[in-house]
């Protein structure tokens, strides 16, 4: 009896088992994504419970999922293993071969410009799908190439058919053109002058620096900003009236190629005389030396010179004067021509000098020096006051007193007069 139960028991579990079966299916992509498959798992019969895909035979566990999708690194023959384990702990093992096939070639590329200036350079990208070898056709007589992305310069104007042939693994081959378009190059319009500035009549000899790539430039167009123009290469212009000039040159090559340049206020004739000055330094302690230097335009012939310091005047062209005394200075320099025309320039509160420090007074007693002179062993300056202490400084050409005791003696008198007269005291 027990006999007959364990193999009962038994082939209950082998007709159980034989219907749980899991089997897969895959598709490769398509063609802008052919380096991928997508796998379907399958399920005869019974619950999975754990999916475990090896797609590349190296024993190692690639995905969990039932649908997964793969990417391989080319299109090849793989075997793929799938393990399944049902919710009754029964392992399943199925292995297929896929195989993966390149796409048909399509040859296609594209470029980082289609059209421009010679010379022009172009790079280039290869969009063809799948493992093909790649061989390059510029069009301009040059050497083909055999590189995936070239990059080419085209040096001479023109128009190019670009033509890049594929051939795949199998021998099959394709083809792709498209047009370069390269341009003759525009000039670039520069130009000089002699001088920018002066009096009317201002004579300005231009000159051409204009430059160009490929071909040459035939011609030149210059508007000088007051109403005249010329077509000269280095034209000399007189400037016949005072004014800011914008000066603008357009060329053109001999592939009626254009260029212009403009420059604003290039050209400035002046109504008259003009100058204007610095100092090194504005401000300063008492002895302060101001060294001054005129600016005067190189076209303009100066006949004198006349600086005003407000304490003092010079007339040459880069005066040197000290400010002995402390305070704030205007300072005025008049210039004038050969032609006898004068301009004056001023720059107000222009210099500043102050006190000597306090480290540089002194206190002396009045009633041992009641005479003005100079100490002989401080060689400080001394300005006495009989009766009184003084504070003095050691400023050379300045006299200043402060007499404090003085001070106090005239409050008081005054108050004291004061109440005088409020008492009746004051008979005067």
């Known amino acids: 009896m027990g006999i007959i139960l364990i193999i009962a028991i038994f082939l209950t579990l082998i007709t159980h088992a034989s219907a749980l079966t899991t089997t897969f299916t895959y598709k490769q992509g398509d063609k802008g994504d052919y380096l991928k498959v997508y796998f379907y798992g399958e399920v005869g019969s019974g619950t999975v419970t754990l999916w475990e895909w090896d797609f590349n035979s190296d024993g190692i566990i690639d995905n969990t999922s039932q649908n997964p999708v793969y990417s391989f690194p080319v299109a090849d023959t793989y075997t793929v293993k799938l393990t399944t384990t049902f919710d009754t702990g029964v392992t399943e093992s199925r292995t297929l071969n896929i195989i993966m096939k390149e796409p048909d070639l399509e040859a296609s590329f594209a470029t980082s410009v289609s059209?421009?200036?010679?010379?022009?350079?172009?790079?280039?990208?290869?969009l063809t799908l799948g493992v093909h070898d790649s061989r390059w056709d510029f069009g301009d007589k040059s050497p083909k190439i055999a590189l995936?992305?070239?990059?080419?310069?085209?040096?001479?104007?023109?128009?190019?058919?670009?033509?890049?042939?594929?051939t795949g693994i199998n021998g099959n081959t394709d083809e792709y053109t498209k047009e370069i378009v390269v341009n003759y190059p525009s000039p670039v319009a520069l130009f000089t002058a002699d001088q920018k500035s002066g009096k009317p009549p201002l004579s300005v000899q231009f000159a051409d620096s204009s430059t160009i790539s490929y071909g040459k430039i035939t011609n030149w167009n210059w508007d000088f900003g007051d109403g005249t123009s010329s077509e000269e290469q280095?034209?000399?212009?007189?400037?016949?009236?005072?004014g800011n000039y914008t000066v603008t040159l357009k060329v053109t090559s001999d592939y009626s190629r254009t260029n212009t340049s403009t420059r604003t206020n290039f050209i400035i004739a002046t109504s008259g005389i003009t100058a204007s000055f610095k100092a090194e330094e504005t401000s300063g302690e008492i002895p302060f030396i101001a060294k001054f230097t005129s600016r005067i335009p190189a076209n303009?012939?100066?006949?004198?010179?006349?600086?005003?310091?407000?304490?003092?005047?010079?007339?040459?062209?880069?005066?040197?004067?000290t400010f002995r005394k402390p305070g704030i200075y205007n300072v005025s320099l008049t210039v004038t021509d050969i032609d006898g025309e004068s301009f004056t320039v001023t720059k107000e509160d222009y210099i500043t000098v102050e006190r000597k420090a306090a480290g540089n007074e002194v206190w002396v007693n009045n009633t041992e020096n009641t005479n003005n002179n100079k100490n002989e062993t401080t060689g400080l300056n001394i300005l006495a006051d009989s009766g009184n202490v003084t504070k003095m400084l050691d400023n050379p050409g300045t006299e200043f007193i402060r007499n404090e005791s003085m001070r106090f003696q005239n409050f008081f008198g005054e108050w004291l007069r004061l109440i005088m007269e409020i008492l009746g005291l004051n008979k005067n």
């Open 234 to 242: 280095n034209p000399l212009h007189e400037y016949s009236q005072p």
């Open 148 to 166: 995936q992305n070239p990059n080419h310069n085209f040096t001479e104007p023109g128009t190019y058919w670009v033509l890049l042939t594929v």
């Open 115 to 126: 059209s421009g200036e010679a010379p022009l350079q172009v790079n280039f990208t290869d």
């Open 300 to 321: 303009i012939e100066v006949k004198s010179y006349h600086w005003d310091f407000e304490d003092g005047t010079s007339t040459v062209a880069n005066p040197v004067h």
